[in-house]
């Protein structure tokens, strides 16, 4: 099952390095991409969900809620289909 590290965003984001994920945004917009590198500051999240060619530098005190696919949750009962876990503050 997916989980979250001890921490806040930045962890969270760290630990996802590579993988996809999807950012909602305090002004309530919904981003989705892979996470590319987390900076002090900014988070840089590739190839940007429906958007070609796109890479996009997010400032981390806008994300409110980091949203993942949990895989092994459906296998494993804990997770409706296509539900995924998130961390939100």
Known sequence: MATFPAGGIAEALA????????????SGT?????????????V??????GRELSDALIRRDQIAV??????????????APGKGMTLGF
């Open 15 to 26: 630990a996802r390095a590579g993988k996809p994920v999807t950012l909602f945004l305090t």
């Open 44 to 49: 840089v999240l590739k190839a940007v969900t």
């Open 66 to 79: 980091v949203e993942v696919r949990a895989r092994n949750a459906r296998r494993r009962g804990n997770a």
């Open 30 to 42: 919904q981003i989705g991409g892979t996470v590319g590198e987390v900076r002090d500051h900014a």
